[in-house]
């Protein structure tokens, strides 16, 4: 994946005690491009609108994810993912941020059922957090928590992968992908509010 990203770092911090050995963990939240999905500006549900400063991937023709006014945790627009017509597919989100080899990041974002059309079958949704080097090529990656047919369709829910960039990490890349299975084009999610922190502890 080869899209440009921003870069920048806003301080926040925060400290606990371990077992005797003082050690402050820091909640450093990486900026990312436009993480309440703002922009551009659309009417309704639009499939297929790109949000700015993230990217789709597919492993088709098909995108069925775009924004939408219809739902919405916060502002006014969130990401509407639609199940894919073809059995097996899959489709997703990404935004690159900067990382380095060694320190922790959490990769977040709140997503709820659609009431009408909510996730079928065996399809499911899963944030991963993919550690890319200076080429772009993928060294690794690490997978969050699954959503499927029991995700509510009333209240939104946090979810969160977090791992240590390992070594040669460059950029990391904050990825949400939707598995169609058997779900034959049937069911949607939403989800809104992305953030990426760095969480790497020091004493």
Same mark, same amino acid.
């Given at each position: 994946m080869s899209r440009i990203y921003s870069s920048g770092i806003l301080a926040l911090a925060w400290g606990c005690l371990v077992t005797g050995a003082s050690v402050q963990v820091s909640a450093a939240e990486v900026e990312?491009?436009?993480?309440?999905?703002?922009?551009p500006k659309v009417v309704g549900e639009s499939l297929g609108t790109e949000p700015e400063g993230w990217f789709y991937f597919t492993s088709g023709g098909q995108t069925k994810v775009g924004l939408t006014?219809?739902?919405? /945790?916060?502002?006014? &627009? #969130? %990401? %509407?993912? #639609?199940?894919?017509? #073809?059995?097996?597919?899959? &489709?997703?989100? #990404? &935004?690159?941020?900067?990382?380095?080899?060694?320190? /922790?990041?959490?990769f977040s974002l709140y997503v709820i059922n659609d009431a009408m059309e909510p996730i079928v079958g065996d399809s499911y949704a899963q944030v991963s957090i993919e550690w890319q080097d200076s080429t772009g090529s993928e060294i690794t990656r690490n997978w969050g928590p699954t959503w499927n047919f029991k995700l509510s369709?009333?209240?939104?829910?946090?979810? %969160? %992968?977090?791992a240590e960039a390992p070594e040669g990490t460059a950029v990391g890349v904050a990825v949400v992908t939707f598995f169609t299975k058997d779900a034959a084009g049937q069911g949607k999610f939403y989800l809104d509010d992305a953030a990426v922190k760095d969480t790497t502890e020091k004493e």
């Open positions: 990312m491009v436009n993480p309440g999905f703002e922009s006014t219809t739902k919405k /945790r916060s502002g006014s &627009q #969130a %990401v %509407v993912f #639609a199940a894919l017509d #073809a059995p097996d597919s899959y &489709q997703g989100l #990404a &935004q690159k941020f900067p990382a380095e080899p060694g320190r /922790r990041y959490e369709p009333l209240k939104w829910e946090r979810v %969160v %992968v977090g």
